[in-house]
């Protein structure tokens, strides 16, 4: 695979790519390189990739280092938008804005796929380029590309907490807040504000994982499936403090706002935030409240219920765990 990178051989890394990673499908090989299935499926037979534009842009997209940047100040003629880009962050156009926005949006569903491990290197490469790229676009769709970027960044810091690097998470989220809060992006802010919340769950910090998500539930903007979610989880948090009055008007807050959230489809940046991934977290609130039967019912329901491509993922271990208790 190194060997396949260094030699800037785009249709051997992805075939080694394919043969190597478990779980790594052909569609998601071609949303994470921006490449035609029909593309993918010569390139697996044995096809090459000779344009450039497209050997590097799907380079990129599997997490490859960037090319070294040019010394003349014009774009070459024929670069595709992703490296030129990179090499003149402050001349982005649309079509560089668009492709690395759906490079993002495959990482994310490859999380589900492979798990965040595998994962996080291509991504904190992308969010290093981008956070940089970002400070020096200039032009009409400078501020679409901050917007990405920032989504990119706040991925990183998921897949850090995901994988357990809690403290280098928190720092990541932190300055993925402040991009969000400086572009007025409520529901960016939100899931920053929510993903930091989260990794204090994971430490065990019970009055720090209460006051995020309610912090996250607070945030002027969030979309409704957030808020729903982040009630919720605030509930929780409630619940195992104690406050169990507080924890069930929480809930029915939650309730009356999850019909308003089923109207509307959840935000592109939290696109798992639909009924069934409700009734994990509700699940979890009901158990925290001595419920274990309806915890039971709601988390098996919940995980039932979920896409095939998220049944596996990394996030559902700590459900499943908790399901197990609760049949105790």
Known sequence: MLRAVQDQDAAAVIRLACHQLAGLSQEGVARMTGLASSTISRILAGAPLTRADRAQQALTGMGAPPPRPRTETAPSPGLGPVQRLLEQPE????????????????QR?????????????????????????????????????????AEWIQFEGWLLASTGRLHQAVQ???????LAQELNEG????????????????????????????????????HPAQRVGDAIQAAHGQALL????????????????????????PPPTAYWLNEQFHRLNLGL????????????????????????DQRAADWTVEYREALERARQ
């Open 109 to 149: 569903r490859l999380d589900d796929h492979v798990g965040a491990e595998i994962v996080l290197p291509s991504a904190r490469s992308h969010a290093q380029i981008m956070d940089v790229a970002a400070d020096r676009a200039r032009g009409p769709h400078a501020e679409a590309l901050r917007v990405v970027a």
């Open 91 to 106: 001349r982005v156009d649309g079509a560089a804005v668009t492709v690395l926005g759906t490079m993002l949006a495959a």
């Open 242 to 265: 104690g406050q169990r009055e507080d924890a069930r008007r929480l809930l029915d807050e939650a309730a009356t706002l999850a019909e308003h959230a089923a109207t509307l489809p």
């Open 172 to 178: 990541v989220l932190e300055r993925a807040a402040v």
């Open 187 to 222: 529901t960016l802010l939100a899931q920053a504000h929510n993903f930091v919340a989260y990794t204090d769950r994971r430490r065990g910090d019970m009055p720090a994982f209460l006051s995020g998500f309610l912090r996250a539930y607070h945030t002027p903007g969030a």
């Open 285 to 308: 609130a009901h158990h925290g409240l001595g419920e274990a039967d309806v915890a039971v019912d709601l988390i098996s329901s919940g995980l039932a219920g979920l896409p095939a």
